[in-house]
């Protein structure tokens, strides 16, 4: 079955410290998004990536940083985490040639403070 | 460039009454798929729906849509909402990248 594993899934870190979202697919699949989501709102892309060692930013990309060092793993990187970004963070992965179909990671709960 | 609009940010409706949230897209792509997913309080996003034939329902966990692409639209509906129906949903387009809609908000009263 398609997996997406997220780590960590929850995370407290401090305001101007350095944050590492990790994501890892075994779906063999060429794209890989990350998107975050507010409290009673939709997802939001931040960056996605569809081939290793090339990312591309999403509709909300400033504050985030993404690498791609694999097909595999997908990074979020905040350099200097504001109390902004306080959010749950959803990795994704699809393949347009199998149709499409997003599968979801769980989910990391951030919380900065 | 591609898009995905759903008007309604939130729908709010009594149990056993008729759901319809709409969804209309763009784009220059012939074999388009589109898919309504559910995201529960808590959970990640799941796939309800999915479909790239013009004119042919799709169906699934009672809800249906059917795409039109004459009017680039595929709106999901059900007969009779329940309560555990009220979640966030999200139309989405896939070509060679996939879009997400803004989501609407389904809360169902009793």
């Known amino acids: 079955e398609a997996a997406v594993t997220q780590s960590p899934r929850s995370k407290v870190a401090v305001t101007g410290g350095k944050v590492t979202l990790s994501c890892h697919q075994t779906?063999?699949?060429?794209?890989m998004y990350w998107y975050r989501q507010d409290t009673g709102h939709g997802l939001r892309l931040i960056h996605y990536?569809?081939?290793?060692?090339?990312?591309e930013k999403g509709d909300i990309p400033d504050g985030y940083k993404a690498s791609r060092p694999s097909q595999e793993n997908f990074s979020l990187i905040l350099e200097l985490a504001s109390l902004s970004q306080t959010a749950v963070y959803f990795c994704?992965?699809?393949?347009?040639?199998?149709?499409?179909?997003?599968?979801f990671g769980k989910g990391t709960r951030l919380t900065v403070v | 460039g591609d898009s995905v609009t759903q008007k309604e940010g939130l729908v709010t409706l009594t149990e056993g009454l008729p759901v319809m949230l709409n969804c209309t897209y763009q784009?220059?792509?012939?074999?388009?798929?589109l898919f309504w997913y559910v995201h529960y309080l808590n959970e990640s996003p799941r796939l309800l729906l999915k479909?790239?034939?013009?004119?042919k329902r799709t169906e699934h966990q009672g809800f249906h849509a059917t795409l039109h692409k004459s009017s680039s639209s595929f709106h999901l509906q059900k007969s009779s909402a329940q309560l555990s129906d009220s979640a966030l949903y999200y139309c989405?387009?896939?070509?060679?990248?996939?879009?997400f809609g803004k989501g609407t908000h389904l809360h169902v009263l009793p």
């Open positions: 479909s790239s034939t013009d004119n």
């Open positions: 989405a387009l896939s070509t060679y990248k996939v879009i």
């Open positions: 784009t220059i792509y012939s074999n388009a798929f």
């Open positions: 994704a992965s699809s393949d347009p040639g199998q149709g499409g179909e997003v599968f």
């Open positions: 990536s569809y081939v290793a060692d090339s990312t």
């Open positions: 779906n063999n699949h060429d794209y």
